[in-house]
């Protein structure tokens, strides 16, 4: 579904990722696991064209990435999570919920996601009317998430869902994207809470200062030594 081969991006005279390659096929869960710094956020930027690549191939579904324009990307079937959740502040819910369907305009379809949404976050039902400014950051992280499924994404790529919350949130937020694998919706998932994110995933991918220098099955690599060491606690 997707494939990034040899992806180099610089800030300036700073080179933040060095010849990345990575895959994520449908289905699956894939995390990029690092410190803050080693370029995960970059590497998501960069694949939904909000940041340009020095050198690389970024190809989803046979499409070079970087021959479309940003706005253009989710018409291919990919949302962006991003890092902070930028939910609109003065909208309501449902009003934000409605401009992640701003590509769609079948009324029925958008109300069918709009119900599926709201399955999957009951609360955000309940706050429908309820300016996103006033939500506790656990509600705008879902409200952000469900904002991207508005937009009936083939494959989602969430950055830093759990930053920034409570333990229990976190359970909840992981909860949800397990449910949403269990669905068949793709995820790649950046984050810093390594073993939440391994425990999720199928596969994933540790950067190091912008240099892939693991990757392998999550369960494989929740038992690894370096990984144990260095993002686990252990």
Avoid: C
Wanted: proline letters at 3%; hydrophobic letters at 40%.
């Amino acid at each position: 579904m997707l494939k990034v081969e040899n992806l180099n991006v610089a800030y300036g005279s700073i080179h933040a990722l060095h010849d990345i390659s990575l895959t994520v096929n449908d289905g699956e869960v894939v995390s990029l696991i690092g410190a803050n710094g080693a370029g995960k956020t970059t590497t998501l930027h960069t694949i939904t064209g909000l940041k340009g690549a020095m050198s690389g191939t970024i190809e989803y579904d046979g499409t070079d990435l970087r021959k479309i324009e940003p706005s253009h990307i989710i018409k291919l079937g990919m949302a962006h999570v991003p890092e902070g959740r930028h939910v609109f502040t003065r909208m309501s819910v449902q009003e934000n919920l409605e401009m992640g369907s701003f590509i769609m305009n079948d009324k029925a379809e958008i109300k069918k996601n709009m119900d599926m949404v709201y399955e999957y976050f009951p609360r955000l039902k309940e706050r429908k009317k309820q300016l996103a400014g006033t939500l506790s950051g656990g509600e705008q992280q879902m409200l952000a998430m469900g904002r991207a499924l508005m937009s009936n994404p083939k494959i989602v790529l969430m950055d830093e869902p759990s930053m920034g919350l409570s333990p229990l949130l976190v359970k909840e937020i992981f909860h949800i994207i397990k449910t949403l694998h269990d669905n068949g919706i793709t995820v790649l998932l950046v984050e810093q809470n390594a073993k939440m994110a391994l425990a999720v995933s199928d596969r994933a991918y540790v950067l190091e200062t912008g240099t892939i220098s693991m990757s392998g099955k999550a369960s494989d690599l929740l038992r690894d030594d370096k990984v144990k060491k260095a993002y686990l606690g252990a």
